[in-house]
């Protein structure tokens, strides 16, 4: 597996792992109807805009695409990361974090941020994150999704 930039032609199977990673890695945290309005936001101009403003990563293995990870260089903050349900618990999740903070030190961050949706909490405790507390991400519905503040920070 190799982690690299990603590219314009990644971003249609990138909106693949975001919805399939939503819909099967989430299920157990949120409701149908929260699922259904989070995967209706997502949209392919939104892809465009995150490659053009943030450093966006793709896991890659082979010729196939596992995972990809957001980190926006000008706040420190981690937008996302996403791993095919396929590739879960494959140590995809981790390559990607790891190279996402690795580009957050080379940016000069002491620290990072997310947003963890529920089911991921624990994914990155284990990784040194420590919970700042509960928030919530407003979809363009308005329906709110609970997720949970994270920091770590680097060495």
């Known amino acids: 597996m190799i982690i690299r930039q990603a590219t314009s032609n990644d971003l249609a199977r990138i909106g693949e792992i975001h919805r399939q990673s939503i819909l099967e890695l989430c299920k157990t945290h949120y ?6 309005d ?7 101009a939104a ?10 990563i793709a896991a890659e ?3 196939e695409l596992l995972g990809f990870g957001v980190f926006d260089p000008n706040t420190g903050l981690i937008n996302a ?5 396929s590739a ?11 190279a996402l903070e690795n580009q957050a030190r ?5 620290e990072v941020r997310l947003n963890a949706t ?4 624990g994914f990155y405790a284990r990784l040194g994150y420590v919970s700042r507390g509960r928030e919530s991400n407003r979809l363009p519905s308005g329906v709110d999704l609970p997720c949970e503040m994270m920091r770590k920070h680097l060495a």
């Open 31 to 36: 409701t149908p109807a929260q699922l259904a």
């Open 38 to 44: 989070w995967t209706s936001a997502l949209r392919p």
């Open 47 to 56: 892809y465009e805009a995150l490659l053009a403003s943030h450093r966006m």
């Open 61 to 63: 293995d082979g010729a």
């Open 81 to 85: 990361t996403y791993v095919d349900p």
């Open 88 to 98: 879960a618990r494959r140590g995809v999740g981790r390559a990607l974090l790891t």
């Open 106 to 110: 080379a940016a000069s961050f002491g």
């Open 118 to 121: 529920l089911n991921a909490v």
